[in-house]
C-alpha cells in the first residue's frame, strides 16, 4: 500500500503546517491585538484543512481496497486516528478564527467585558454576538459533513463486505452444484454397473442351461 503511507507522509505535513498556523494566531503571542498576517493565516490554515481533508477522504478509499483482511483493519485505524486529529484541528482553527474576529472588531476577550458601558458598545455586542452565532452554525453544518462522511465510509465498507458475502455464497452454490453433479454421475454408474451385473448373471445362467441340455441330451443317447 504504497499509495496509502504517501498519503499518510502528505497527511502529517499538512496537520502540522496547520498546527503551525493556529499557533500564529494564539493571543498570547501578540498581546491582545491581531497580527498583520492574521486573515492570511486563517485563510491558509482552512486552505490546508480542505486539502487533508481530501488526503484523509483518498486514505480511506486505499485501505477499504486492500485484499488482506488484517492490512484493511491496520489501514482503517490509522484512518480514524487521522480523522479524530483533523476533527481536533478544525476544533482550535475555528477557536482561533473566532479569536482573531474577535479582535478585529477592537476586542479581545478582557477588553470586551470591561468595555460595555463605552459609546458604541451595543452594536459591536450585537455584532459580536452575530458573529458567534454564526461560527456555531459552521461548525455544526462541519460536524454534520462529518458525520455524513463517516457514515457514507460505513456504507462503503458495508456494501463492500456484502459483496464479499455474496461472492463466497455463490462460490459456495457452485460446489454444491459440482458436487450434485459428481453424486449424480456416480449413481449413473452405479446403476449401468448393476445392469451389467443382472445382464451378466442372465448369460451365465442361460449359457448354464444350454450346457445343462446339451449334457441331458447326450446321456439320452447314450442309453438310448
Do not use: W
Not at 18 to 25: A, D, E, N, Q, R
Not at 133 to 142: F, N, P, R, V
Not at 197 to 215: D, M, N, S
Request: hydrophobic share 35%; proline share 1%.
Amino acid at each position: 500500500m504504497a499509495d496509502f503511507e504517501r498519503y499518510d507522509e502528505e497527511f502529517a505535513s499538512l496537520t502540522e503546517q496547520v498546527t503551525s498556523k493556529i499557533k500564529s494566531l494564539d493571543p498570547a503571542t501578540y498581546n491582545g491585538v491581531a497580527p498583520p498576517t492574521a486573515e492570511a493565516d486563517v485563510k491558509m490554515a482552512h486552505n490546508l484543512l480542505l486539502q487533508a481533508d481530501d488526503l484523509l477522504k483518498q486514505m480511506g478509499l486505499e485501505a477499504r481496497g486492500a485484499d488482506d483482511s488484517s492490512v484493511k483493519r491496520d489501514l482503517l485505524g490509522k484512518v480514524r486516528v487521522c480523522k479524530t486529529r483533523l476533527a481536533n484541528l478544525r476544533d482550535d482553527y475555528e477557536a482561533a478564527k473566532t479569536q482573531v474576529e474577535r479582535l478585529s472588531l477592537g476586542f479581545s476577550n478582557d477588553i470586551s467585558s470591561n468595555s460595555r458601558s463605552s459609546r458604541g458598545s451595543g452594536s459591536k455586542e450585537r455584532l459580536l454576538s452575530n458573529t458567534d452565532a454564526l461560527h456555531s452554525q459552521s461548525e455544526t453544518l462541519a460536524n454534520a459533513r462529518s458525520i455524513m462522511a463517516e457514515t457514507e465510509s460505513v456504507a462503503m465498507e458495508i456494501t463492500e463486505e456484502l459483496g464479499r458475502h455474496r461472492e463466497t455464497i455463490s462460490s459456495a452454490h457452485g460446489r454444491v452444484r459440482q458436487v450434485t453433479g459428481m453424486t449424480n454421475r456416480a449413481r449413473r454408474i452405479v446403476q449401468n454397473m448393476s445392469r451389467r451385473e443382472v445382464q451378466q448373471k442372465l448369460i451365465l445362467y442361460g449359457v448354464a442351461g444350454t450346457i445343462g441340455l446339451v449334457f441331458i441330451f447326450l446321456l439320452y443317447n447314450m442309453f438310448s
